[in-house]
């Protein structure tokens, strides 16, 4: 089992999309935060997946949820048609888990 912490801006987006792409992920559990919220939302997380409209804050995310693997959406993954987008960026994701740290990439999601 996976804990991926979806950062959004309000958090309402991104539990819409937790709701949406949850079932396509059973090996994943999500906890929906906002970036001003992250800290408090880390413990116990695998990774953090940032929504599309946060990109411009990935590197100060990045620096704050290390060593966890970071990645950001895609921004068609928030849309209804864009589920498959989210799932295959969380897959992306756990798989990065597996890899030895130092050679953790998110760079592909």
């Known amino acids: 089992m996976a804990t991926i912490v979806l950062v959004c801006a309000a958090g309402v987006s ?10 396509s992920l059973p090996g994943v ?22 929504a599309a409209q946060l990109a411009s804050a ?5 620096l704050r949820a290390a060593p966890r693997p970071v ?26 888990l597996t890899e030895p740290p130092h050679q953790r990439s998110t760079d592909h999601v």
Do not use: Y
């Open 14 to 23: 991104g539990t819409f999309l937790a709701r949406r792409i949850a079932p």
């Open 29 to 50: 559990d999500f906890v929906v935060t906002t970036e001003h919220a992250l800290e408090d939302a880390l413990t116990g997380a695998d990774a953090v997946l940032i």
């Open 58 to 62: 990935e590197e100060s995310i990045r």
């Open 71 to 96: 990645a950001v959406l895609p921004a068609d993954a928030m849309t209804p048609a864009g589920s498959i987008l989210a799932v295959d960026a969380v897959d992306a994701l756990v798989q990065s």
